[in-house]
Antibody
Framework: QITLKESGPTLVKPTQTLTLTCTFSGFSLSTSGVGVDWIRQTPGKALEWLALIYWNDDKYYSPSLKSRLTITKDTSKNQVVLTMTNMDPVDTATYYC????????????WGQGTLVTVSS | EIVLTQSPATLSLSPGERATLSCRASQNINNYLAWYQQKPGQAPRLLIYDASNRATGIPARFSGSGSGTDFTLTISSLEPEDFAVFYCQQRSNWITFGQGTRLEIK
């Protein structure tokens, strides 16, 4: 059974750096073909893809946010970490991590999401 | 960036009726399109991947079609639990989502 869970601060101040952790079970990020995405959803409900890391440590970032994002994995801890610098109130959103496989079978497993509010 | 435009924004139907949701891409995405359903307070749920493949455990009343720039999600006979917001997602060029279609009970 695959599960994922996001954790991190619920409130950050403008200009601060956000660090979110995705802790998962039921799969390994050392298995060929496996990846983890970060996706966020604004209060207005728009979904935005942020970043992706694969089992082989290939990393991909949203072109519009690339300069602010870093994604890493700790295979031994079954964790993926996303950092986003220079947070702004427009970054207020629910942040999800999600399992995926190469070959395009979609994001079948998602965490419950974590709401991050950016406010002074 | 590939823009996905979903229509209609809101669809009002009754249980038992057929629902047809549309997703149009700003350029050719082959069949690299997925559909998700989201209910309040929940994460999105994968329904369809690669335009027409049902995800594991998804009832047969959900079907997807299309290729290139025009795609359709069809729910053949609405059940009460189907009412939610639906999103399309493309993976042809990075990943982007449509703005969603709200399916509400009439």
């Amino acid at each position: 059974q695959i599960t994922l869970k996001e954790s991190g601060p619920t409130l950050v101040k403008p200009t601060q750096t956000l660090t979110l952790t995705c802790t998962f079970s039921g799969f390994s990020l050392s298995t060929s073909g496996v990846g983890v995405d970060w996706i966020r959803q604004t209060p207005g409900k728009a979904l935005e893809w942020l970043a992706l890391i694969y089992w082989n440590d290939d990393k991909y970032y949203s072109p519009s946010l690339k300069s602010r994002l870093t994604i890493t994995k700790d295979t031994s801890k079954n964790q993926v970490v996303l950092t986003m610098t220079n947070m702004d109130p427009v970054d207020t959103a629910t942040y999800y991590c999600s399992h995926r496989l190469t070959g395009g079978s979609g994001n079948a497993y998602w965490g419950q999401g974590t709401l991050v509010t950016v406010s002074s | 960036e590939i823009v996905l435009t979903q229509s209609p924004a809101t669809l009002s139907l009754s249980p038992g009726e057929r629902a047809t949701l549309s997703c149009r891409a700003s350029q050719n995405i082959n069949n690299y399109l997925a559909w998700y359903q989201q209910k309040p307070g929940q994460a999105p749920r994968l329904l369809i991947y690669d335009a027409s493949n049902r995800a594991t455990g998804i009832p047969a009343r959900f079907s997807g079609s299309g290729s290139g720039t025009d795609f359709t999600l069809t729910i053949s006979s609405l059940e009460p639990e189907d009412f939610a917001v639906f999103y399309c997602q493309q993976r042809s060029n990075w990943i982007t989502f449509g703005q969603g279609t709200r399916l509400e009970i009439k």
